[in-house]
């Protein structure tokens, strides 16, 4: 079986019902246009209402006109209409809201450290304690790694 084929099946289990809704409310949105879909983090239905999440006020405001809303409901209601298997419901209102969910970059390990070493890693190391002599050998060390 193919990943897509394996994603289908699993969308389709009625116990997954709010994640084919998601997914298909995802699809529509995305036909607002590549600008306005962009604004878009995620979406969800409750009571007849769909909920649109963005994360920048402008964003919000953008897609908080009446025309706009308008448009997603009458685009919404429309795709129900044909598609009688659809995991949607009909809407009667559009709330837009912002999330603080954000986006996050993996930082990779390997990456060289932003600041410039300015130490050589050249001092005496005068301590008497050998943990203390060996903690200063080890920042001696460090300091070499990143120079």
């Not at 193919?2 to 699993?10: G, M, W």
């Not at 006020?57 to 685009?75: G, Y």
Request: glycine fraction near 2%; avoid cysteine; hydrophobic fraction near 40%.
């Amino acid at each position: 079986m193919r990943s897509f084929e394996i994603i289908n099946h699993i969308i389709n289990d009625p116990k997954y019902k709010n994640l084919k809704a998601a997914k298909e409310a995802r699809n529509l949105l995305n036909l607002l246009g590549a600008a306005k879909s962009k604004l878009i983090k995620f979406s969800y239905q409750k009571d007849g209402i769909l909920f649109i999440a963005v994360t920048h006020p402008l964003a919000k405001f953008e897609l908080n006109h009446d025309s706009i809303k308008f448009q997603i409901k009458n685009l919404l209601n429309t795709y129900i209409s044909n598609n009688p298997n659809s995991a949607l419901q009909p809407i009667n209102s559009v709330v837009i809201f912002i999330t603080k969910l954000k986006n996050f970059q993996e930082v990779s390990p390997q990456q060289k450290p932003i600041f410039i070493e300015r130490s050589d890693g050249l001092f005496k190391n005068s301590a008497k304690d050998e943990q203390i002599y060996a903690l200063f050998e080890k920042l001696r060390e460090s300091i070499n790694a990143n120079r």
